[in-house]
């Protein structure tokens, strides 16, 4: 070791040793003994460099050379004679790694010996030089050493050397495709020892079933689990080496001694014995490794998030702030948050960075000012929807009262709700001043929301033979709407009914408030409430322009006038119609808003029946609409005391009510009070009749 130094003089000068070319692939990994006889990696002599000739000279020139030498010329315009070329200035040609080459062995062995396998590995590519110096046999004590620096390392299986063991545990490059991936991304099949991409160690391990060896030798190849999480769930399970699969069929066809065979299993299940117990320790040292890596990744993070913290406080920003930014989602899924995290927040990068995090965080501060309003406001809404309850407790039930949230509409409402400092309380008077002026809104209110209806009838009035269509349109037989909304879509609804139904105000947006309510208040007005503008955005009601034309038919049938008659004409004469040519068993019945719902048949198959059969058949209607209102769902609230406010629910529960409340024993029409968002259910009495049965039924 010694005469190092001496050795290398010696060899000055000389013809350069050649090395063998570098592997492909990492994996590619050995010891080999160096070509030279002194054990010393040799120098290439040292070459005189060209100097390339001036471009200032105009015409070829000749310079003296060594024997061999060849001239060079160049034009001033750079153009090259066919025989003479440029010299060449070679840069470069020996770096900072050729004279670590040089140093003394006793020095490069104890630096190398400090350092950790993958920096050998690393430092094993660079030069020729030193692959020669590491991948000698007797540089394997480096190796043993580096491997000792790596704590709770499991040792180096007998059939690897200490260079593939550190590739094996360290290396990036798949062993198949030559792939460079991250750790974490690498697939370890410590059995085989290989390692590689997912895709690629799957199909190296292809046999997952087999039917040609016994399950006892088929368990001796070497396998790998994919666990979940790992690839397609078709996947998971164990694997076996194909290789070694192939194998062991020859080997089992060629051993028909049952000695030799059995020799052969026990050396194969001492060597998987190994291989099984090798491999549990490498799973749990990666699994540390993996755990520390893991927190060490989160402790460099959290003191870059701190830094981060202590920079954008500089800009500015409120630590009050900064919290909620820190924890938002949205703010860590940013790009210039995540680049900046990548990296030690230098001054350099914050440079870089600072004013996309700027607007990262004036989006958030308008973000948090829009929380702060949306917390006062809810705060407001939830008095004032109390208020307006109370309110309306006090109206009486056949008073018409403007929806909570056409209300919230209404200027002066929404200015007050608004008004700034909007973290105070508000004013109690001035509330119930404004709450004063609800029947004032409630006129305007109507007013509009009838232009809407009419707006609807507009396109279907000269079918219906109207010449103009106003407010009083409305209160025509033929002004029949329906609510796209209801199950029982089928079902007629007046203008009455349209004001007062619970669909035209419920929230059918929720799923997509965001795109249906562009203005932010009242989008949060609807989420508190749970009530929207009344048919908000025509969302709600349609014109039924054909049942409408069928009405029309009807009236001129009875000699009336489809432009005059009201609805409440028809129903103060309450005729019932019997319908004509019925290919079903019984006999059909209908109110004349019956007729006009039957979308089967027109209004001349229906004849008027005489008064002795209206008058059974209405005394039937009021039996089952008893029947019916008394168990229905539909009609749980549909009733309601006409003497209080306190009482809304079934029929049966209201004569109780009466007779408690009031000493009302036998209720009458005006002691009941109906919802007018009920169904009308006096449409059509269907009669059947069966041998030994006859029945009917209400649609």
Not at 286 to 311: N, T, W, Y
Not at 370 to 378: A, G, I, S, V
Not at 530 to 555: H, I, V, Y
Not at 564 to 573: K, S
Request: glycine fraction near 4%.
């Amino acid at each position: 070791m010694s005469t190092r130094q001496s050795s290398r003089l010696k060899t000055k000068g000389k013809a350069p040793v050649k090395y063998e070319e570098d592997s492909d692939h990492d994996y590619d990994v050995t010891m080999d003994e160096p070509s030279s006889s002194s054990g010393t990696p040799q120098k290439a002599p040292n070459k005189r460099k060209r100097k390339a000739a001036s471009p200032a000279v105009a015409g070829p020139s000749s310079l003296k050379r060594e024997e061999g030498a060849s001239t060079s010329a160049t034009t001033l315009v750079g153009v090259k004679n066919e025989d003479e070329r440029p010299a060449k200035r070679v840069r470069g040609k020996r770096g900072i790694l050729q004279q670590l080459a040089e140093m003394p062995l006793e020095l490069l062995f104890e630096i190398f010996g400090k350092l950790d396998p993958i920096d050998l590995l690393n430092l094993s590519r660079t030069t020729k030089a030193l692959r020669s110096i590491l991948m000698r046999r007797s540089s394997a004590d480096i190796w043993r050493e580096a491997l000792t620096n790596i704590d709770d390392l499991p040792p180096c299986p007998p059939d690897l050397n200490e260079a593939q063991w550190a590739n094996l545990l360290f290396g990036k490059n798949c062993y198949f495709c030559g792939r460079n991936t991250p750790a974490v991304n690498q697939t370890y099949a410590w059995q085989a020892r290989v390692r590689g991409c997912f895709k690629c160690v799957l199909a190296e391990f292809s046999i997952s079933q087999q039917h040609t060896l016994a399950r006892s030798i088929f368990e001796l190849i070497p396998s790998f689990t994919v666990r979940y999480g790992q690839g397609r769930r078709s996947d998971r399970g164990v694997h076996y080496h194909g290789a070694t699969y192939h194998e062991f069929v020859e080997t089992e066809k060629r051993l028909t001694n049952l000695e030799e065979r059995k020799k052969w299993v026990d050396e194969q299940t001492l060597i998987k014995e190994e291989l099984v117990k090798h491999a549990a320790e490498c799973e749990k040292w990666l699994g540390k490794r993996q755990e520390a890596r893991a927190e060490e990744l989160e402790e460099m993070r959290s003191q870059r998030k701190l830094i981060l913290r202590r920079r954008i406080e500089e800009l500015g920003f409120s630590s009050t702030l900064v919290d909620l930014a820190f924890q938002n989602r949205e703010f860590w899924a940013a790009t210039c948050i995540t680049s900046v995290l990548k990296k030690d927040i230098t001054d350099r990068v914050w440079a870089g960075a600072e004013e996309q995090v700027k607007g990262v965080m004036q989006v958030f501060r308008l973000k948090h000012a829009r929380e702060e309003h949306n917390h006062h406001l809810q705060n407001r809404i939830k008095v004032f929807q109390k208020a307006y309850d109370a309110f309306v407790e006090t109206q009486s039930r056949e008073v018409t009262v403007i929806p909570i949230a056409d209300l919230f509409l209404v200027p002066e409402i929404k200015e007050f709700l608004l008004s700034e400092p909007i973290a105070d309380p508000m004013d109690k008077e001035s509330l119930d001043e404004l709450l004063e002026n609800i029947p004032e809104y409630t006129e305007e209110w109507v007013r509009n929301s009838k232009q809407v209806l009419v707006d609807l009838m507009k396109p279907e009035a000269a079918a219906l033979g109207l010449e103009s269509v106003d407010e009083s349109s409305l209160d025509l037989a033929i002004a029949v709407f329906k609510c796209i909304s209801c199950r029982n879509a089928d079902y007629i609804v007046s203008t009455s009914r349209a004001l007062a139904h619970a669909c035209a105000t419920a929230d059918k947006h929720r799923y997509r408030r965001t795109e249906a309510y562009p203005d932010l208040d009242l989008r949060l007005f609807v989420t508190v409430t749970d009530k929207t503008p009344w048919n908000f955005e025509g969302s709600c009601f349609q014109f039924r322009g054909a049942t409408a034309l069928k009405g029309m038919q009807l009236l001129k049938k009875l000699d009336m006038d489809p432009a005059t008659t009201t609805a409440a004409t028809m129903d103060e004469l309450d005729l019932i119609f019997e319908k004509t040519g019925s290919t079903g068993v019984g006999r059909t019945m209908a109110t004349w808003r019956g007729v006009m719902r039957d979308e089967c048949a027109d209004p001349s198959s229906y004849v008027q029946c005489d008064e002795k059969t209206t008058i059974a058949v209405r005394e039937r209607f009021d039996e089952m609409m008893i029947r019916e209102t008394a168990t229905a769902p539909g009609w749980e609230k549909a009733f309601g005391c006409a003497h209080c406010t306190e009482f809304k629910g079934r029929s049966g529960s209201l004569l109780v009510h009466l007779n408690d409340k009031h000493q009302i024993e036998n209720a009458k029409d005006e002691d009941v009070w109906i919802h007018p968002d009920h169904p009308v259910s006096r449409l059509t009495l269907e009669y059947y009749k069966r041998p030994g049965l006859t029945f009917a039924f209400v649609t």
